[in-house]
Structures are given as C-alpha cells and as structure tokens.
C-alpha cells in the first residue's frame, strides 16, 4: 500500500493522488493573493513587507500541513483577512499598541485556543450547530465568496448611496475578462472538464500577459528576505494593561466563529459530516487552527484561521488532507517563486471564487421551508455574511435567531445548552464590547 493511501486514505473517501494534486493547486491558486495582500496590510505597522511574506507563506504552510495530517481535510490555512486589518489598523494604528504586543496578543490567543481545544469545548461547539444552521452557514460562506470575487474583478464596486453597486463594464478590461473567465468555467463545468477552475484561472492570466496588463517578471526565482526582523518579537509590557485583554478577547472571539463557521460550511458542501451532521475529526482540525495562529505569531504574521477558499478545491474532487499537502508545498515554493505567484491577477481568480459560491449556495435546498424556527435563522446567516462582511457576524445573527425564536414558540426543549450559552455570549458581546 502506497503511502497516499496509507496515510490519507483515498479510495475510502472515492478520491485519487490525481484528483487531490489537482484540489490542492486549485486550492492554492485562489488563496495565493494572501501572500502580498497580507503583508501589504501589516506593513501598514512599520513590519517589513518581505519579512512578512515569508512569516505569510510559512504559517500558511505549517498549519495547512498540520490541517492534513491531525484531520485529513482538505482544507487550508493562512493568516485571516479581516483579522489582519483588525491587527494592522485598529490595534496597532487606531490604539497605538505597538506591533510586538500585538504579536504578542495573538500568541496568547493561540495558546487559550490550544487549551480551549484539548477540552473539547470546540469540537461541541462545532457539532452542536443545527443541521439546518449549518446549511445557512455554508451558503452564507458561498454567497461571501461570490461577493468577494465580484468585487476584486470590478464587476461590483462602492457606492456611497446604495454601498454597493455595478461597476462601469464598458473599456472595464479586467471585469470583461472576468466574466468570459466565468463563462469558460461554466462551460467546462458542464462538460465535467477536471481541472476546470484551474484552467479559467490559467487563461485568463495568459490573456492578461497578452494584454499587456499583466507583466512577465525579470526572473521566476528570488532568494527569500530574512525573517529575522518579526520572528519571535513579542512584547510583554501591557499584559497587565485591560486594553490587552480586550485585543485578546476580540481576536479570539472573530478567530473562533471564522474557524467554526469555514469548518462547517465548507465541510457540510462536501459532504464531511456524518450522518449525523457532525463533523468526525473536528478535534484535529481546530487543533491545526490553534497550533498554526500561534506558530503564525511567533514567525510575526496575525492570526491564521481556515480559508473559505478551500471549498475550491472540494469543488474539483479534493476529500482528504493531501490536497492540503498540495496547498502547504505550494505555499513553501512561493516565497522562492514569488514573482510567478504574484503574476496571476484579482480578476483571474474572481470567477472561480464566483463558481465556489454557486457551489456551496446550492445546499439551501435542503432547508426546511415549512418551519420558520429552522428557515430564519439559517437565512439571517446567509444574508448577514456579505452585507456585514464576516463570517463571524453570520453565525451570531444565527444562534441569537434560533435561540430566540425556539423560546418564543416553545420548542426550547430543541436547543442544546451550548446553544444558549452561545446565545448569551453574543449579546453580551454585542452590549459591552
């Protein structure tokens, strides 16, 4: 027996070595712009930019390893957006907290997830989420994967009247060719092509070199920057100060539900959880999670979380943790092959983030529709992902709904403790943080 197989089990999860090698790059391929868009945000700081693309890849890699191997999954990891620009913009520049005591809130955050996890507080969490609000969740997570796309090919763009609107189409180059990128996948798709996402993304960055929009750089390999000026530059002189606790409990706060709601999203679309609805190896993956944010701050990058984005790869057959492997191999190879990685345009990766969320909204389906204590609570996770731009928001407007609405009607027999405690959690958070 191969080693694939042996460690990964891939016949038993109806996958092969190709199929995965194929999930993982995919994978790889929408999530690559993490790698200059992380570091151009924390660089906002003072941190050197090329220190932090490395400490970026690096992180990546180490918890997307570990996300196959303590789980099987195939999902990966990175430093989160949203966290890094809370890191970057309202900690380090809005409170003038400098970024090593940042860094250093986003260790202790790891180390209260790692305990966190050991208890199995975690993995209760994540199963005890309804069946139908965990429909709700992926969808939402579809829906803010489809938005997100939009956005980085132009197609939808700011409106200081409606928030949001449709952007300027005509000589709009990049949302052009984003489009015909979103019809060639389709079309692709339809055709059971594998592989399909990746060669939309692969076209329509060969037809933005032929443009002229996308430039070849001077050489394919560059020798990696030193990591030396933000590994392990921690601060201690506030931890006895409120403020730092606070930061603390924010960061674990918006990196717990990101993680949990990615987790159940993503593997409820394909098709991980069990009969039950659970998910089987939950422990191993929100350990991936924990251990992987505070090795991120100690190599001087903000916390790592799980990426919607690998729900790409599961769109191309990805099932076990060696589409992950793929993705961590990836992400070591980049800080040496940077200048390739950073060839591949917002606009070529827009249409298969637009296809992932068409397939992960196709689950609402499944909802029940004739009970409005199961159908509003998984709709407000849905809309409330997009419009407040975070996952986290998402599964809060969930739990609140469905605690409330279970009460109201007298089904609070149906809803676990945690739920409740989840319930009260929010609401305290929203009042007082």
Request: charged share 10%.
């Amino acid at each position: 027996m191969s080693f694939p197989e042996r460690q990964f089990r891939l016949r038993e999860n109806h996958t092969t070595v190709k199929t995965e090698l194929i999930a993982g790059l995919t994978t790889f391929m929408t999530m690559a712009y993490i790698i200059f868009v992380n570091p151009g945000i924390l660089s906002q700081t003072g941190m050197p930019f090329d220190s932090l693309m490395v400490a970026t890849c690096l992180s990546a890699a180490l918890s997307t390893f570990l996300m196959a191997f303590l789980a099987n999954y195939p999902i990966a990891l990175a430093p989160g957006m949203g966290l890094n620009a809370f890191f970057a913009f309202s900690v380090v520049i809005g409170m003038k907290v400098p970024w090593r005591v940042a860094l250093f809130a986003v260790f202790v955050e790891g180390i209260l997830f790692i305990a966190l996890t050991l208890t199995k507080l975690r993995e209760e969490i994540v199963n005890t989420i309804p069946k139908t609000l965990k429909i709700g969740i992926a969808s939402g997570i579809g829906l803010f994967i489809a938005f997100i796309g939009l956005q980085g090919a132009g197609i939808i763009v700011h409106n200081d009247a409606t928030l949001v609107t449709l952007g300027k189409l005509r000589n709009n180059v990049p949302a052009l060719l984003a489009l015909c990128g979103l019809a060639l996948i389709i079309v692709l798709e339809c055709f059971r092509v594998t592989g399909a996402l990746l060669i939309g993304i692969a076209a329509i960055t060969a037809v933005s070199v032929g443009l002229g929009m996308v430039s070849l750089p001077a050489t394919f390999v560059s020798r990696p920057p030193s990591l030396a000026p933000i590994f392990w530059q921690f601060d201690f002189s506030m931890i006895s100060n409120l403020n730092f606790w606070v930061i603390v409990f924010t960061f674990f706060f918006v990196d717990f539900f990101d993680t949990v709601g990615t987790l159940v999203g993503v593997c409820n679309r394909s098709g991980l959880l069990d009969s039950r609805g659970r998910l089987p190896n939950a422990r191993g993956a929100l350990l991936a999670d924990a251990i992987g944010t505070v090795a991120g701050a100690v190599l001087g990058t903000s916390t790592v979380t799980s990426y919607a984005e690998s729900a790409s790869g599961i769109a191309q057959g990805g099932r076990t943790g060696l589409a992950s492997i793929v993705t961590g191999v990836l992400f070591v190879l980049a800080i040496f092959f940077s200048p390739i990685v950073g060839m591949v345009p917002p606009h070529a990766t827009a249409p298969a983030l637009v296809v992932v969320g068409i397939y992960m909204m196709a689950g609402l389906r499944d909802l029940n529709y004739e009970d409005w204590t199961e159908l509003v609570p998984a709709m407000l996770s849905f809309f409330m992902m997009p419009l407040a731009y975070s996952i986290a928001t998402g599964i809060e407007f969930g739990i609140v709904s469905c605690v409330v609405l279970k009460l109201l009607t007298g089904k609070w027999k149906n809803v676990s403790w945690l739920m409740y405690g989840l319930a009260v959690l929010f609401i305290l958070k929203e009042a007082f943080v």
